[in-house]
């Protein structure tokens, strides 16, 4: 990337604020070139500023981040929204996805789930910036979140691939992001608590990865409890 993608960070808790901007500046191709702790100052630092990526937290003094994303959307800003919060009552998160949020992330959390949450947006930024037009391939990678080519062993085109019964394209990107991300291997109940998935869904795509050659697994026998199946990517 010739320049990082620009990110506003939006938390009104100084300690918060500077965990989640040092999980941000951890990932590849990412920089937050300003923050704010309130709806109103988040507002005037989109205008000032016009970053790429918004990292809007909801609860706030003021003007909360509900009521920010849908000033956000009636001005048209030219910006991307990931919500990172505790609210996580039904009525709240459909709102905020129905206003044009690309990511949901529910406090608290690992650095795991908003670095795949980073490195999707990243994909999908850099597919949007190279297109002067869409056609509709480009489009189903594009918003699609279909798995990344990882170079000789990777999922096919979303165009190319159909997929088993039960198997999502966007939940298939979550998993196995999380397998790419890790320099270990991972359980499916690890994976299911970073993505909020049960662990026997999680399982179904593991094994579907592990089908197609794209991870592997290995009983970890430990020294205490239930022998666990580790599942590791295959690059």
């Not at 988040?42 to 909801?58: F, G, N, Q, S």
């Not at 699609?144 to 000789?152: H, I, L, Q, R, V």
């Not at 890790?182 to 795509?205: C, F, K, N, W």
Request: proline share 3%; net charge negative.
């Amino acid at each position: 990337m010739s320049k990082p993608i620009e990110v506003l960070l939006v938390e009104d808790d100084p300690m918060v604020q500077n965990i989640n901007r040092s999980f941000i500046e951890r990932v590849e191709g990412f920089a937050v070139t300003g923050v704010a702790r309130s709806g109103e100052e988040a507002l005037e630092k989109i205008k000032e500023r016009t970053p790429d990526l918004v990292i809007l937290d909801l609860y706030m003094p003021g003007k909360g981040g509900l009521e920010t994303l849908r000033v956000i959307r009636q001005d048209e800003q030219d910006v991307d929204v990931i919500a990172v919060t505790a609210a996580n009552d039904r009525e709240t998160v459909l709102r905020v996805m129905r206003l044009g949020a690309v990511d949901y992330i529910f406090k608290p959390f690992q650095f795991e789930r908003i670095q795949a949450a980073l490195v999707r947006y990243r994909e999908q930024f850099l597919r949007n910036q190279s297109a002067d037009t869409f056609t509709q391939t480009i489009f189903d990678r594009t918003y699609e979140n279909t798995a990344s080519d990882t170079g000789g062993n990777s999922a096919r085109d979303e165009a190319e691939l159909h997929y088993p019964k039960g198997i999502q394209a966007f939940t298939l990107q979550q998993v196995a992001e999380c397998l790419r991300q890790s320099d270990r291997g991972m359980s499916a109940e690890e994976i299911g608590q970073l993505i909020g998935m049960s662990r026997v869904t999680v399982r179904r795509y593991l094994e579907y990865l592990e089908s197609v050659e794209q991870a592997k697994s290995m009983m970890n026998y430990g020294t205490v409890g239930r022998p666990m199946k580790m599942y590791h990517w295959l690059t």
